[in-house]
């Protein structure tokens, strides 16, 4: 959060920033460099949309700086660059990285086949190449496995890491030699190492111990390893597809596809979720009907936003959303509708709205 709509950069010593235009959000871009070609920082502040903070700047940390200690310590060059504080996260990546075996090389197949599945998942995805040098024998091999839909907060990829930089090639040439670095420091073949990921969409509205997480717990590698456990125990449960499913009883063996380090979980909760008054399955709902709101057939016709409109506010009040609303949208509900300008005619618009909050 700056403290102003207009910052004042400073360049620290050692480092070089360049400015250039912004996205389809944010009108201006910083790229902070170091003296030797490093890229440290992404910069992007000043947004388009009055329905976002004018002083919200996102902050993007170089790949290489999160496996070098700085995650904590990277606030402390956004400070000397511009006065700003720390507000919150917005997306955050926690992974594992091992050396596959064949019996997980074996599972996986299993998962792709259908002999195994992922508890809870009715949606995902499958990346996979031809496996055999000869052309006449043709077989598959998977490399990336997603579980879950495109559109879930917390998503859940299995992937042929080694592959992915470069490092099953007749030459290898990592695209990110920070991370071959570190499997070769623990002593691993850097030829057949996965990574089980999970990516948290929306940081910022989820609460640890009923508080919003922090770049000094990213930072700390205690926490991830707790928070990784967790995520594992409840985001990746595989089981043998035995048919032994009934209703929410479920008797399908489970298999331990990967051995963690024995640690407490640490398990992460939505903001509001725990209001007698809301549910996950009602913001669900309400996302789904915001993320059409600047549908063009709504947008031409005050007719139909007004029936829109009533539908997206029943579900506000039945569930008791009026804070959830004002917190991710950025106004309460009122204000929220009576700047909508629907109908035909000549209008000033933004890009699509559901770009600024999905």
Same mark, same amino acid.
């Given at each position: 959060?700056?403290?102003?709509?207009?910052?004042?950069?400073?360049?620290?010593?050692?480092?070089?920033?360049?400015?250039?235009?912004?996205?389809?959000?944010?009108?201006?871009?910083?790229?902070?460099?170091?003296?030797?070609?490093?890229?440290? +920082?992404?910069?992007?502040?000043?947004?388009?949309?009055?329905?976002?903070?004018?002083?919200?700047?996102?902050?993007?940390?170089?790949?290489?700086?999160?496996?070098?200690?700085?995650? =904590?310590?990277?606030?402390?060059?956004?400070?000397?660059?511009?006065?700003?504080?720390?507000?919150?996260?917005?997306?955050?990546?926690?992974?594992?990285?091992?050396?596959?075996?064949?019996?997980?090389?074996?599972?996986?197949?299993?998962?792709?086949?259908? =002999?195994?599945?992922?508890?809870?998942?009715?949606?995902?995805?499958?990346?996979?190449?031809?496996?055999?040098?000869?052309?006449?024998?043709?077989?598959?091999?998977?490399?990336?496995?997603?579980?879950?839909?495109?559109?879930?907060?917390?998503?859940?990829?299995?992937?042929?890491?080694?592959?992915?930089?470069?490092? @099953? =090639?007749?030459?290898?040439?990592?695209?990110?030699?920070? @991370?071959?670095?570190?499997?070769?420091?623990?002593?691993?073949?850097?030829?057949?190492?996965?990574?089980?990921?999970?990516?948290?969409?929306?940081?910022?509205?989820?609460?640890?111990?009923?508080?919003?997480?922090?770049?000094?717990?990213?930072?700390?590698?205690?926490?991830?390893?707790?928070?990784?456990?967790?995520?594992?125990?409840?985001?990746?449960?595989?089981?043998?597809?035995?048919?032994?499913? =009934?209703?929410?009883?479920?008797?399908?063996?489970?298999?331990?596809? +990967?051995?963690?380090?024995?640690?407490?979980?640490?398990?992460?909760?939505?903001?509001?979720?725990?209001?007698?008054?809301?549910?996950?399955?009602?913001?669900?709902?309400?996302?789904?009907?915001?993320?059409?709101?600047?549908?063009?057939? +709504?947008?031409?016709?005050?007719?139909?936003?007004?029936?829109?409109?009533?539908?997206?506010?029943?579900?506000?009040?039945?569930?008791?959303?009026?804070?959830?609303?004002?917190?991710?949208?950025?106004?309460?509900?009122?204000?929220?509708?009576?700047?909508?300008?629907?109908?035909?005619?000549?209008?000033?618009?933004?890009?699509?709205?559901?770009?600024?909050?999905?």
């Amino acid at each position: 959060m700056l403290s102003s709509e207009e910052p004042e950069l400073y360049c620290p010593e050692g480092f070089r920033i360049e400015l250039m235009a912004g996205n389809n959000v944010f009108r201006h871009r910083a790229i902070v460099w170091d003296v030797l070609g490093n890229k440290w +920082l992404t910069l992007l502040w000043s947004p388009f949309s009055p329905r976002i903070n004018s002083r919200i700047m996102t902050i993007q940390l170089a790949n290489q700086w999160l496996y070098s200690g700085m995650i =904590a310590r990277s606030i402390d060059l956004v400070q000397t660059i511009t006065e700003c504080e720390f507000n919150s996260l917005g997306r955050v990546d926690v992974c594992v990285d091992w050396e596959i075996s064949d019996s997980q090389l074996e599972c996986l197949h299993n998962l792709c086949s259908g =002999a195994m599945y992922v508890q809870g998942k009715r949606e995902g995805s499958v990346w996979w190449h031809n496996a055999n040098s000869s052309k006449n024998n043709f077989k598959t091999q998977a490399h990336c496995l997603s579980f879950g839909s495109p559109s879930s907060e917390i998503k859940v990829k299995c992937y042929f890491k080694s592959r992915e930089q470069g490092m @099953i =090639a007749a030459i290898p040439d990592p695209g990110k030699p920070w @991370i071959v670095d570190r499997w070769r420091n623990a002593g691993m073949d850097d030829k057949k190492v996965w990574r089980l990921e999970f990516s948290l969409q929306s940081s910022g509205q989820l609460r640890y111990q009923q508080k919003p997480m922090t770049l000094d717990q990213l930072g700390d590698e205690y926490f991830i390893a707790r928070l990784l456990n967790g995520l594992y125990a409840k985001r990746f449960v595989v089981r043998r597809n035995e048919g032994k499913r =009934a209703g929410r009883k479920n008797d399908d063996r489970v298999v331990e596809f +990967l051995s963690l380090p024995d640690v407490p979980t640490a398990n992460l909760k939505w903001q509001g979720v725990t209001n007698p008054f809301s549910s996950p399955a009602s913001i669900a709902l309400l996302r789904r009907l915001m993320c059409e709101i600047d549908n063009p057939a +709504l947008m031409s016709s005050r007719e139909m936003m007004s029936q829109y409109e009533g539908i997206i506010r029943t579900c506000v009040e039945h569930n008791g959303l009026r804070s959830y609303f004002e917190n991710h949208y950025g106004a309460d509900i009122d204000s929220f509708f009576a700047n909508r300008d629907c109908g035909e005619g000549i209008h000033e618009v933004n890009v699509d709205y559901k770009k600024f909050f999905d």
